[in-house]
Structure formats: structure tokens, C-alpha cells
């Protein structure tokens, strides 16, 4: 792989010819497995009629309750398990639990009013778009969107019918919008409220870092949101979803309903490997910290912008302990302004062969089963250290050219 050229004139030259073939057998063979899925009846309609159980079959039950005008009965498991069922047209096992707070009650209803399969494409494709957008104007070129398309995580949240492409298209526009356009960037991450825990580590940086325009937007948008839903479907909804946020860390992070192989993060990993979960809040609380202290010192230092957004992308992965393959499609925001960074000052010797590796591991995930996307971060992680530690040290012997 090689730094490719910028003509402004052009739009963006095209990638190099390396880089140019890995993506397209990337986006060729995600769009050939979701075809040949589709044919098989392993997604969205089964062959003898119903559909797939996926994970969006959870946004669409609480919908239907809202709709139904009951919308703390989506925090209710068996009430809104007996509404998966409906949505799904037949029994199944287990259960995809509505984890999300009342502010994103609003999105599903309005999905819920369509039929089933094509409220989860539209979901899937609508935000596909804003994430595809989003990591063109990261990179700064079409190629942008060829990069962004062939992003390896994207087969597991399409297959999920998960939320990963509106979570990287959220953090990414605030990250990209931070320096010029503030308060939009406050807005973004005040929707981002609807997954709280990928925000853990704004709140931190922006004060360290004196971005107070977008903190306190992002403060306005987020209770601005939470009143209007506090309106529209009443106090006893904000009481059932914090008296379900008990029930999911016992069921997911306690007692790993979900298998704790797919957990991507420390936390995971550390139950995987069969630690106790004491050991495995405090690995996960030490990682937090350092990730917290170290992004909150690059942000008060006069480095990159790129740099910092990259470091705080990749932190706010770091810091939850709550984060599936799906998720990991936020990674694809620090490693587009990696890619933004090496291609204005060269790329760092085997810079380019991590973020290839990094990308290798999230698209292994489905044959191992492992917090291999915690590894991905990991790698990602010390790609944006190295820079840190020597954002000027770029040589002509230590790059990568065309």
C-alpha cells in the first residue's frame, strides 16, 4: 500500500492500485455474502415464510408499542419479547432486549409504521448513507467513499440490523465539525446521547480542551431531548428504562447472555479468558482512565487536529465496556483521519500495515468468536500513540510513497 496523490482540480486522484483492489474485493464480497444470505433465508425472510430474528427486530417491537401507545412496555421483557414474535411471525429463542433510553423511542415508532423488512432496509441504507458522507468529508476526496464502503465491520451490522452506521456517522460528524462548526458539532453529540456510553470520554475532553460551545450545545440537545420524550410518553418510561439498565448489565456484562467472546472490549476479554468479573471491571477501569487522562493531555497540547480526533475516536472505544462487532464500525472514524493524516505527511514506516491489520481483525471476527475488535482498537490505539509521541518526526526515509 502507498500514499496516493491529491489533485484538487480533480476531485482526488485515485487510490493506489494496492489499496484500490483490497477495497473493492472488501465491498464485492460483503455485498456477494448479504446477497447470497438473503438467498439462503439466513437474512431478513426465512425460506418456509417469517422472518430472521436480528437485532432490529428490537427497534421495531418498541415501536409498535409506542404506536400502541404503551411505551414503557418496551422496557418490560416479556411484553416486548411477545411483540418480537409479532414482528417476527414465529417463536424463537432468546431475547433482543430494547437497551436504548427514551429519547430514541421517536425513531423506532416512526419505523415501526412500516412493515418489517422494509423499515430494517431503509434503517440500514439511510444510515449507511450519513456514515458513507461522513467518512468522505473525513478523508477529503471521493475516495472517501470507496474507503468508507469497504470498511470490514460493515457486513456484521448489516446482518445485525444494528445501529453501527448511525453511531460512527454521529461521532465522526462531531469530530469533523468540532474546529469549524462547533455548535453542530454540540447538536451531533447530543443525538449521540441515544448510545451514552460511546460518549463517555467528551464531557472529559472538551472541558480539558476548552471546547465549551459544543459542550454546552451537546448539554442543551441531550435535555432538550429527554424533556420532549418525557412529554411524549411520560416519567414511568424514563423509570422502566433505568430500572432496565440494572437488568442489562446483570444479563450482558454479569452473566454474558450474549457470550462474552463478542464483547470487544477489556472487559470481554478478561471474561473470556475466564477472569473473575471483578478482574474484569478493574482491567476495564484502568483502561478507561489511562485512555481519559492520556486524550485529555494530546487535546491541551498544540498537535494535529486529526491527531486529537483520531485519538479520541479510537478512546471512546476504549473506554466502554459495552461495545459488540457492530460497534466497530466507529473504528472506521479514527482510521479515516489516520488515512487524512499519513496522507498530508506521508505515512509512518508500517503505519499502513497496522491499519490493514487492524481492519484484517475485525473481518476475522466471525470465525473465531474472540474480542479480536478489542485487539483491532488496541492496534488503531498505537498507531495514533506513535504519532503523538513524534508528530514531526516524519522523515523522507520513514515514509511510504507512491
Aim: one cysteine or more.
Amino acid at each position: 500500500m502507498a500514499v496516493y496523490e491529491i489533485s484538487p482540480a480533480r476531485g482526488g486522484a485515485p487510490l493506489a492500485r494496492p489499496v484500490e483492489l483490497i477495497c473493492f474485493a472488501l465491498i464485492v464480497g460483503q455485498l456477494v455474502y448479504l446477497i447470497a444470505s438473503y438467498v439462503q433465508g439466513s437474512w431478513l425472510v426465512l425460506p418456509e415464510g417469517g422472518h430472521v430474528p436480528t437485532d432490529f427486530v428490537n427497534v421495531w417491537a418498541a415501536g409498535q408499542l409506542v404506536l400502541q401507545g404503551n411505551p414503557a412496555a418496551a422496557y418490560d421483557w416479556p411484553t416486548h419479547k411477545a411483540m418480537e414474535v409479532v414482528a417476527l411471525g414465529h417463536p424463537f429463542k432468546g431475547y433482543f432486549g430494547w437497551h436504548y433510553p427514551p429519547t430514541f423511542l421517536p425513531v423506532a415508532a416512526l419505523l415501526a409504521m412500516m412493515s418489517y423488512v422494509p423499515a430494517q432496509i431503509i434503517f440500514l441504507v439511510s444510515t449507511f448513507c450519513a456514515y458513507v458522507f461522513c467518512l468522505r468529508g473525513i478523508v477529503g476526496d471521493r475516495s472517501g467513499y470507496f474507503l468508507a464502503a469497504a470498511f470490514p465491520a460493515i457486513l456484521a451490522n448489516c446482518m445485525a440490523g444494528q445501529n453501527g452506521f448511525l453511531s460512527a456517522a454521529l461521532l465522526g460528524g462531531v469530530l469533523l465539525m468540532l474546529v469549524e462548526r462547533p455548535i453542530l458539532a454540540g447538536v451531533l453529540l447530543g443525538f449521540l446521547t441515544y448510545k451514552p456510553h460511546l460518549g463517555l470520554l467528551f464531557p472529559i475532553v472538551l472541558a480539558a480542551s476548552g471546547h465549551w460551545r459544543t459542550f454546552i450545545t451537546a448539554g442543551i440537545v441531550a435535555a432538550l431531548m429527554a424533556f420532549a420524550s418525557w412529554g411524549a410518553f411520560g416519567s414511568e418510561t424514563w423509570t422502566a428504562f433505568y430500572a432496565n439498565i440494572g437488568h442489562t448489565s446483570q444479563a450482558f456484562l454479569s452473566d454474558g447472555w450474549a457470550d462474552f467472546g463478542k464483547l470487544q472490549t477489556a472487559f470481554g476479554l478478561v471474561r473470556t479468558l475466564g477472569g473473575s468479573e471483578p478482574l474484569a471491571w478493574s482491567v476495564q477501569g484502568a483502561i478507561a482512565l489511562i485512555a481519559a487522562g492520556a486524550i485529555a493531555a494530546l487535546w491541551r497540547r498544540r498537535v494535529n487536529d486529526d491527531l486529537k480526533a483520531a485519538a479520541l475516536g479510537a478512546g471512546a472505544l476504549l473506554a466502554t465496556p459495552y461495545l459488540y462487532t457492530y460497534d466497530l464500525m466507529v473504528l472506521a472514524v479514527p482510521l479515516a483521519f489516520l488515512w487524512r493524516l499519513g496522507r498530508a505527511r506521508g505515512f509512518l514506516k508500517h503505519e499502513l500495515a497496522g491499519i490493514g491489520f487492524a481492519c484484517l481483525l475485525v473481518l476475522i471476527f466471525p470465525f473465531v468468536t474472540a474480542p479480536v475488535g478489542f485487539a483491532a482498537v488496541l492496534v488503531v490505539a498505537a498507531l495514533i500513540a506513535r504519532r503523538a509521541l513524534a508528530p514531526h518526526s516524519v522523515s523522507a526515509s520513514g515514509q511510504q510513497t507512491a
